[in-house]
T-cell receptor, first 115, second 111 residues
C-alpha cells in the first residue's frame, strides 16, 4: 500500500459527460501528479500541483482540468468526454525534498470507460 | 525533450532464468532513473532508483546501474520467480520533476 488513495476505482460514463476523479496523497507529501495510461499512448504525464499551485503541465487536453485543495487532496476533472478518453488515470504524490526527491508513489488508479 | 526507450516485450522466461530488460534514455542534464513495476490490476510500485552516474539501484534481487556514457539503465535479476510476472517500466525524472516513462515490458515467468 503506497498510502495514495484514489476514488472511484471504476467509472463508466457516456460520451459528452463530465467526471471528477479524486486523489489523496500520502501524509506529508505536497506534490500531486496525474498520469494517463492508455494502450495506444502508454503512460503520459498530465499535470502537477505543489502545495495548491499548478507547477507543470504535460499532455493535458483543454477539456481536462485539475486542482489541489488546502488539505492537499486533488481532483482531476474531465469534460466533454470522448471514446478516446477511456484509460487508467493514476495519481502520484511525492515529498519534493530531501534524499527522496523525485520519488513518486502511485495510487491504484481510476479506470474510466467512456461508452 | 526527454524520452525513454525500453526493450519491446513480451518476455517469457522459465523460473530461475536470468532476466535483462534494456532501457536507454535521452535527457538534458542529469536525470534520476527509475524502474517501476505494475502487477495486474494494481498501480505502479517503485522497484529501484539511481540518482547519479555509476549509482546502482537494487531491490528484491533486481539491480540496475546508471550508465551515463551509454545513457542506459538496464534492469537485471539473476534468478526470476513466478511472482515476478508483471509489467516493468523504465522512467526518468529530469529538472521538471514529472516522470517520463518507457513503453513497458510485460514479463511472464513460467514454473
Amino acid at each position: 500500500d503506497s498510502g495514495v488513495t484514489q476514488t472511484p476505482k471504476h467509472l463508466i460514463t457516456a460520451t459528452g459527460q463530465r467526471v471528477t476523479l479524486r486523489c489523496s496523497p500520502r501524509s506529508g507529501d505536497l506534490s500531486v501528479y496525474w498520469y494517463q495510461q492508455s494502450l495506444d499512448q502508454g503512460l503520459q504525464f498530465l499535470i502537477q500541483y505543489y502545495n495548491g499551485e499548478e507547477r507543470a503541465k504535460g499532455n493535458i487536453l483543454e477539456r481536462f482540468s485539475a486542482q489541489q485543495f488546502p488539505d492537499l487532496h486533488s481532483e482531476l476533472n474531465l469534460s466533454s468526454l470522448e471514446l478516446g478518453d477511456s484509460a487508467l488515470y493514476f495519481c502520484a504524490s511525492s515529498l519534493d525534498g530531501g534524499p527522496r526527491v523525485n520519488e513518486q508513489f502511485f495510487g491504484p488508479g481510476t479506470r474510466l470507460t467512456v461508452l | 525533450g526527454d524520452s525513454v526507450t525500453q526493450m519491446e516485450g513480451p518476455v517469457t522466461l522459465s523460473e530461475e532464468a536470468f532476466l535483462t530488460i534494456n532501457c536507454t534514455y535521452t535527457a538534458t542534464g542529469y536525470p534520476s532513473l527509475f524502474w517501476y513495476v505494475q502487477y495486474p490490476g494494481e498501480g505502479l510500485q517503485l522497484l529501484l532508483k539511481a540518482t547519479k552516474a555509476d549509482d546502482k539501484g537494487s531491490n528484491k534481487g533486481f539491480e540496475a546501474t546508471y550508465r551515463k556514457e551509454t545513457t542506459s539503465f538496464h534492469l537485471e535479476k539473476g534468478s526470476v520467480q513466478v511472482s515476478d510476472s508483471a509489467v516493468y517500466f523504465c522512467a526518468l525524472s529530469g529538472s521538471a520533476r514529472q516522470l517520463t516513462f518507457g513503453s513497458g515490458t510485460q514479463l511472464t515467468v513460467l514454473p
